[in-house]
């Protein structure tokens, strides 16, 4: 696999937690017996699955306890998950816990030293970047002081000026981004946009919506341990943002409105449809270069994606998307009204917004298609439906790769100077 390149595949991680009260006390384990409490398991992450390929900087946001810290620690190797697997290529440098890795009885320098060899440097290296490492945590007065000495904050620069100068192929970033105060987490922020120029691959866990739109190329959303959305930026946070403000509840909406679609599937709000429903995707429907509507086409043909759309009240500067993914969420197609120019004005009664495709150079395969309707300026998503809609594509392929548009070879042989060169063959593959 490419270097700085990350596919999991088939995600799972169990935990264990008690139900019921345990008995504090040895009197109230004899009288009540020490089986008064129950072991229950719970998937902390279930069914994920996802590329990234290097040099991509990726988001990842969710509530509290939706998985995000326990992804990054499965890609960072720490523990072993239940199902599936995580494949790496590459060194990785991670920001996981700042600060626990250090020991309190050595000073900050010697600290340095083990944090910079674990992290797979060789001291030769840590040697030669001391001076940085110090400079970069401020703590040129300090550094030869015991760490048992230093406050909360100086133990987190220190843990992260080590981390970001291990030169890693792949970073990741669980909420780092938050030591010390104004001026160093701009410092932080700088010494990050230059890993990522450096063509880093990253991994960012922040709850903060402008530094993922500052940084991220892509966003993963989880939640309750679901992988619910993986996109650009500004639609993903739209689709988050809209979860954390509607207060969805903490189990999936059991709802007798759930809406049948194509081959069976079901729109279920909470599950794979998303949003405050001030305005709704009414119906969504594939027509081939025909006019037929269908939901499987030969490569190379022409596709038209219509969305049915009914704002319950006027709404106006909305923006609608169609993506088509892989069946791991990869997407292959990411585009949306702001990109192609469609200006949807004020919707104040039923409409169709249709997105032609002129042709569709794809290999043969299975694909889903997520489609949403966004408030102005990304603010949050009217409704979204999550890799709901299955895309058929008959074709082969060419080789390696996603896209399988016509191509044509040719050969000219070269003669001595003063010749002609002269075409010996010309085939289209």
């Not at 700042?98 to 001291?123: H, K, P, W, Y």
């Not at 966003?219 to 809209?242: C, F, K, M, N």
């Not at 030969?298 to 169609?322: C, D, H, Q, T, W």
Request: with cysteine; glycine share 12%; hydrophobic share 40%.
């Amino acid at each position: 696999m490419m270097r700085g390149s990350i596919i999991v595949q088939g995600l799972g991680k169990e935990f264990r937690r008690r139900v019921g009260d345990r008995p504090t006390t040895l009197k109230e384990a004899v009288l009540r017996g020490w089986g008064s409490s129950r072991v229950e398991r719970f998937w902390g992450l279930r069914d994920i699955n996802f590329t990234v390929h290097r040099g991509r900087c990726v988001g990842v946001v969710g509530k509290n306890g939706a998985g995000k810290s326990t992804l990054l620690r499965l890609i960072g190797g720490v523990g072993k998950p239940d199902e599936g697997q995580v494949t790496v290529g590459g060194r990785v440098g991670a920001l996981l816990d700042l600060g626990t890795g250090l020991t309190d009885d050595l000073t900050g320098r010697e600290n340095i030293f083990v944090a910079g060899v674990i992290a797979g440097m060789l001291r030769s290296e840590v040697e030669a970047r001391f001076d940085s490492i110090v400079t970069f945590a401020e703590l040129e007065s300090f550094i030869d002081n015991p760490i048992r000495t230093y406050s909360t904050g100086m133990r987190m620069r220190l843990a992260f000026a080590v981390a970001v100068h291990v030169d890693p192929e792949i970073l990741l970033v669980d909420e780092a981004l938050a030591v010390g105060d104004l001026a160093f987490q701009r410092k932080c922020l700088a010494r990050i946009a230059e890993i990522k120029a450096s063509g880093c691959t990253i991994f960012l866990v922040s709850h903060e919506a402008s530094q993922i739109r500052a940084l991220c190329d892509e966003v993963l959303y989880l939640r309750q341990g679901r992988l619910i959305a993986h996109g650009p930026p500004d639609e993903t946070l739209a689709l988050y943002e809209t979860s954390a403000l509607s207060g969805y509840p903490s189990e999936p909406v059991e709802d007798t409105a759930d809406r049948p679609i194509a081959e069976g599937r079901s729109l279920r709000m909470g599950v794979n449809r998303f949003g405050s429903y001030e305005a709704e995707i009414t119906s969504v429907t594939f027509f081939d270069g025909h006019g037929r509507t269908t939901s499987t086409l030969f490569a190379g043909n022409p596709l038209i994606v219509e969305l049915g759309i009914e704002p319950k009240r006027p709404v106006r500067g909305a923006l609608a998307s169609v993506a088509i993914l892989l069946s791991d969420g990869t997407p292959v197609l990411d585009t949306n009204t702001q990109i192609g120019g469609l200006d949807l004005g004020e919707l104040s009664d039923a409409a169709t917004i249709r997105l032609v495709i002129d042709r569709v150079d794809l290999i043969g395969g299975e694909y889903l298609v997520t489609v949403g309707l966004y408030a102005a300026e990304w603010e949050y998503s009217y409704d979204y439906h999550a890799e709901a809609y299955p895309l058929r594509v008959i074709g082969s392929s060419s080789g390696k790769g996603l896209l399988n548009p016509p191509v044509k070879w040719a050969m000219e042989s070269v003669r001595s100077a003063g010749d002609q060169p002269r075409q010996v063959s010309d085939r289209l593959g």
